[in-house]
């Protein structure tokens, strides 16, 4: 089956998802902001959590007609982003949702992205009782965390199989 890959990456990660995943499946990934062509043909998009922001929620929202995946990437532990599932509250409900383990480097982050994990790091140790994903957040400050998993984007695959 074919489909359509589309992401948007910050810091390279989700592109290196979107670029495995079109390898599995056989096809290309392109930026979001690249055209879609006018059919029918099943789209998957990724893009980094920032925040409350989820671009390829955006993008997946502004589809008709096919069917439709998003997939976040983001440091919060795997199990706590699939149980929270906050892509239900961004998309429709026909469209599949994925969670992937993502990786952070201080090293190249913007310095106002560093503010930012800094700020919330200051809070999360404020809190009395802190949750394993606390913990791991405060423990990943200020150094290069990579959680990537590729072994991740068989579910996507799965779901891409399905539609057959």
């Given at each position: 089956m074919q489909v359509h890959i589309r992401y948007f990456s910050v810091y390279g990660s989700t592109q290196t998802y979107a670029?495995?995943?079109?390898?599995?499946?056989?096809?290309?990934?392109?930026?979001?902001?690249?055209?879609?062509?006018?059919?029918?043909?099943?789209?998957?998009?990724?893009?980094?959590v920032h925040g409350p922001v989820v671009q390829a929620a955006t993008y997946a929202r502004k589809i008709q007609g096919r069917p439709v995946a998003v997939a976040a990437v983001?440091?919060?532990?795997?199990?706590?982003?699939?149980?929270?599932?906050s892509l239900r509250k961004l998309v429709p409900e026909h469209v599949a949702r994925f969670y992937l383990p993502g990786k952070l480097e201080f090293s190249t982050m913007s310095t106002a992205h560093r503010a930012t994990?800094?700020?919330?790091?200051?809070?999360?140790?404020?809190?009395?009782?802190?949750?394993?994903?606390?913990?791991?957040?405060?423990?990943?400050?200020?150094?290069?965390?990579d959680r990537m998993d590729f072994a991740e984007l068989q579910p996507i695959v799965q779901w891409v199989q399905s539609l057959r």
């Amino acid at each position: 089956m074919q489909v359509h890959i589309r992401y948007f990456s910050v810091y390279g990660s989700t592109q290196t998802y979107a670029e495995h995943l079109a390898g599995l499946l056989n096809t290309s990934a392109h930026p979001l902001e690249v055209p879609l062509p006018d059919d029918a043909t099943p789209v998957i998009a990724l893009s980094p959590v920032h925040g409350p922001v989820v671009q390829a929620a955006t993008y997946a929202r502004k589809i008709q007609g096919r069917p439709v995946a998003v997939a976040a990437v983001g440091m919060t532990l795997l199990d706590v982003a699939r149980e929270k599932d906050s892509l239900r509250k961004l998309v429709p409900e026909h469209v599949a949702r994925f969670y992937l383990p993502g990786k952070l480097e201080f090293s190249t982050m913007s310095t106002a992205h560093r503010a930012t994990l800094a700020s919330i790091s200051t809070m999360l140790r404020a809190k009395p009782v802190k949750s394993a994903n606390d913990k791991a957040m405060i423990a990943a400050m200020g150094t290069d965390t990579d959680r990537m998993d590729f072994a991740e984007l068989q579910p996507i695959v799965q779901w891409v199989q399905s539609l057959r």
